[in-house]
C-alpha cells in the first residue's frame, strides 16, 4: 500500500465529510430512496416517507448502469430535475449516480453527492473527473475487487483535489447464490485501520433479498459503520428495477425504529482495545 | 430529409408563425388607439388585397384571403374587449413582461424597444399603463428609468418585486451535453459566471435575455442556449435545462407601475424626487423631518441632476399614503426646504414573490 498517500490512515485523524449540512462520519448516517427515479410523484412520496422515518439523505438514479442494454436506462436529465424537486420538498441532499464523465458537472448541479457504481470503481477517467468537482464522492466498492484496488481508486479522487470521499461497501461476487453478492462486512472494521475516509454499508445489493436488509442494517451498526445507503420504494411490486430488493416505507420505518437506538447503544459502551477511537 | 426531420421543421414554422401572430395581436390592439371606431373596411380591403398580389405558387389567393380574414376577425374580437394595454421595455418573456403580468393580470403586454418608449408611449396615451425597473438587489438602480422618473408627469400607482430566477433554455433537440454556448444579456451572464464555469460555456452577450430565447427558438444554432426567464421557456417552447442558476443568493428587481391618473385610494408606501440647495445641513434637515414625524423610510438613493452635474437629486420612498395627517405636514415643510419635490404617488406595498 505504498502508493496511498492520501487516503491511508494518519493517527488519530477521520475525514468528516460535509454534505449540505450532513456530516458522514459523525454519528450515523441513512441514505435512502427508490433505485431508479420513476416519476416526480414516486420519488416525492417516497422521500417524504424515508425523511419521516428518520432518513438524512435521499437516494435515487437518474442514470442507470445495467447489466442489459434492453433495460430501463433511467430517466437522465428529467431525472435530476426531479430530484432536485424531492429535495425542495423535503430538504433532504441528493445522492445520485453519474455514469459518463461528460455528465459529471450537469450531475453535480442537481446533486449534493455524486455516486459511482460498482461497475465504474476503476472507471479512471471518470474518477479524476469527479475528482476535479468540489461535490462529494460516494465510492462504492468493485464487486471484484481487493481493499487496496478500492483505496487505490479513492486515490484517484483524492489526488485531483477533492477530498470528499465516502467509501461504501456493497457486497462481493463469491460462489455463494442464495444472496445476490456477499456483504464483506469486515471492510468496515479493517477500511478504519486502512483509512481515515468515512464508509457506509449498502445491505440492498449486498444480499438482495428484503429479509435480510435489516439485520444486516444492525450489524452494520454494530460493526461500527458510518451509515448505510438502503433501497425504498413507495410501490416495489412495481418498480422499474430492482422490484425484489426494495423497502416499503413501512418496512423501513421498522428497521429505524430498532436502528437508532442500537447505534445510541453502541455510542456509549467503552472502546475496545483492539479499535480505533470513534470521532 | 427524413419525415421526422421534416416534421420537425413543419413544427418550428408553426412555432414562429404563432409568436408572429402574437406580434401582430399586440400591434393591432395598439392601433385601436388611434381609430375612432374598430371597423374600418377600406383598410381590411386594402390589407387583403395587398397579400393577394403576392404571387405565392403554394398559398393559393382563396386561401390568403380567408385567413387574412379570419386573422383581421379575431384581431377585431380582441380589440372589443378592450384589455388595458401595459407597455414593457424588452422582448415577450423579458422579466419586465414578468413583472407586467403579475401587476395586471388580465393585461396586453406590448413590448418597446427602449424605457424612452414606454414612458413616452403612457404619456401620449398609445399605452394605458407602463412597468419599468426602478432597482435591482444585486446591481442597484436602473439609472435611465430613475432619470426618466425626474422629468415624467406620470404617477406610480403600484410596485412589484420580482425574484430573478435565471434559468437555462435549449430547444428540445439540443442534448444539453452539446451545449457550448449560452447567449444572453451580459447582466444576466455575470450573474450566471459560476454556472458557465462549471460547465465549460462559452458566454455570447446578446441584448436581451428574452431577444437570447427568442434567437434561440427562430435560429437554433448548433450547441447553443440562453439565459433567460422561466416564461421565456413556455412562450418560446424551450426546454429548461436548469433553474435558478445565478451564483448569488436571492437577486430581486422592484418595478413600478406608471399611470397618467394617481392611485384612486390609500396607499401604503409613497414615492418622492427632491433636490436641495447646495449648502450643509439641508439633507439632514429634510431627513430629519421624516425622523421625527416617525415615518420609516424604504429607499433613499441620490443621482447627478442632468441639468447641473455638480449637483444632486435624491430617490426617497416610505411607509405611508402622501395624504396621511402623518405625512402630509412632512412634504409641506419639504416644499420650503427643497428646490424641487416631485410627488410620484402613493401606492399599495408589495412583498418579494417568485
Known amino acids: ?279 | 430529409m427524413e419525415l421526422k426531420d421534416i416534421r420537425r421543421n413543419i413544427d418550428k414554422i408553426d412555432r414562429e408563425l404563432l409568436v408572429l401572430l402574437q406580434e401582430r395581436m399586440g400591434l393591432a390592439l395598439r392601433s385601436a388607439k388611434f381609430k375612432e371606431t374598430i371597423n374600418d373596411p377600406r383598410r381590411e380591403e386594402e390589407l387583403l388585397a395587398k397579400a393577394e398580389r403576392l404571387n405565392l405558387d403554394l398559398v393559393e389567393r382563396s386561401f390568403t384571403r380567408r385567413l387574412l380574414k379570419s386573422i383581421v376577425e379575431e384581431s377585431k374580437r380582441l380589440q372589443k374587449k378592450e384589455r388595458q394595454l401595459v407597455a414593457f421595455q424588452g422582448e415577450h418573456g423579458a422579466y419586465s413582461d414578468v413583472a407586467a403580468r403579475k401587476l395586471i393580470p388580465g393585461g396586453a403586454c406590448i413590448p418597446c424597444m427602449e424605457f424612452m418608449d414606454v414612458f413616452r408611449g403612457v404619456e401620449e396615451g398609445h399605452f394605458d399603463l407602463g412597468v419599468v425597473p426602478v432597482e435591482n438587489s444585486l446591481e442597484g438602480a436602473v439609472t435611465q428609468v430613475n432619470d426618466l422618473l425626474t422629468t415624467t408627469d406620470l404617477k406610480v400607482i403600484a410596485e412589484a418585486k420580482i425574484r430573478v430566477n435565471h434559468c437555462l433554455l435549449a430547444t428540445d433537440v439540443t442534448d444539453y451535453r452539446d451545449i457550448r454556448l449560452v447567449y444572453s444579456h451580459p447582466q444576466a451572464l455575470a450573474q450566471c459566471r459560476g454556472f458557465l464555469m462549471r460547465n465549460h460555456l462559452e458566454p455570447r452577450p446578446y441584448y436581451d435575455t428574452a431577444g437570447a430565447a427568442k434567437m434561440l427558438a427562430r435560429e437554433n444554432p448548433r450547441s447553443a442556449a440562453a439565459i433567460a426567464s422561466a416564461l421565456c421557456a413556455e412562450l418560446y417552447d424551450l426546454e429548461i435545462i436548469k433553474e435558478g442558476i445565478e451564483d448569488g443568493p436571492s437577486n430581486t428587481t422592484r418595478f413600478l407601475l406608471l399611470a397618467r391618473d394617481p392611485y384612486g385610494a390609500r396607499g401604503e408606501k409613497t414615492s418622492i424626487i427632491f433636490a436641495t440647495p447646495h449648502e450643509s445641513g439641508r439633507l439632514h434637515a429634510v431627513l430629519q423631518l421624516f425622523a421625527e414625524a416617525g415615518i420609516n423610510l424604504t429607499r433613499i438613493a441620490s443621482m447627478p441632476l442632468r441639468s447641473d452635474p455638480d449637483n444632486y437629486c435624491f430617490f426617497l420612498d416610505f411607509e405611508g399614503d402622501e395624504n396621511d395627517a402623518a405625512v402630509k405636514p412632512v412634504l409641506e415643510k419639504m416644499e420650503r426646504m427643497t428646490i424641487s419635490l416631485k410627488r410620484l404617488g402613493s401606492y399599495p406595498a408589495n412583498g418579494t414573490e417568485n
Open chain 1, 1 to 279: 500500500m505504498n502508493n496511498l498517500k492520501l487516503s491511508t490512515r494518519e493517527p488519530e485523524h477521520r475525514t468528516v465529510v460535509d454534505v449540505s449540512g450532513v456530516q458522514v462520519g459523525k454519528g450515523f448516517t441513512v441514505i435512502a430512496g427508490p433505485c431508479s427515479v420513476e416519476s416526480e410523484s414516486q420519488a416525492v412520496e417516497t422521500a417524504r416517507a424515508v425523511k419521516a422515518s428518520g432518513a438524512d439523505m435521499m437516494r435515487g438514479g437518474a442514470f442507470k448502469p445495467r447489466s442489459s442494454p434492453y433495460s430501463f436506462q433511467g430517466l437522465g436529465l428529467t431525472g435530476l430535475k426531479i430530484l432536485a424537486r424531492a429535495r425542495a420538498e423535503t430538504g433532504l441532499p441528493i445522492v445520485t449516480e453519474v455514469i459518463d464523465p461528460r455528465d459529471v458537472s450537469w450531475v453535480a448541479e442537481f446533486a449534493d453527492v455524486l455516486q459511482i457504481g460498482t461497475r465504474n470503481m476503476q472507471n479512471y477517467s471518470l474518477l479524476k473527473e469527479v475528482g476535479m468537482i468540489g461535490k462529494p464522492v460516494l465510492l462504492k466498492r468493485g464487486m471484484y475487487s481487493t481493499l487496496e484496488e478500492w483505496l487505490n481508486c479513492a486515490e484517484y479522487i483524492l489526488s485531483e483535489g477533492n477530498p470528499n470521499v465516502i467509501l461504501c461497501e456493497r457486497g462481493i461476487r463469491t460462489f455463494e447464490k442464495y444472496t445476490r453478492n456477499t456483504l464483506d462486512l469486515s471492510a468496515v472494521p479493517a477500511m478504519r485501520e486502512l483509512t481515515h475516509l468515512p464508509i457506509i454499508i449498502d445491505p440492498t445489493h449486498s444480499t438482495g433479498r428484503v429479509s435480510l436488509i435489516a439485520p444486516m442494517s444492525l450489524a452494520s451498526v454494530a460493526a461500527g459503520a458510518d451509515g448505510l445507503i438502503i433501497e425504498v420504494h413507495n410501490n416495489p411490486a412495481e418498480a422499474l428495477c430492482d422490484a425484489d430488493q426494495a423497502l416499503t416505507p413501512d418496512l423501513f420505518k421498522d428497521m429505524m425504529q430498532q436502528l437508532r437506538p442500537l447505534h445510541s447503544f453502541m455510542e456509549k459502551l467503552p472502546h475496545l482495545k483492539t479499535s480505533h477511537p470513534a470521532v
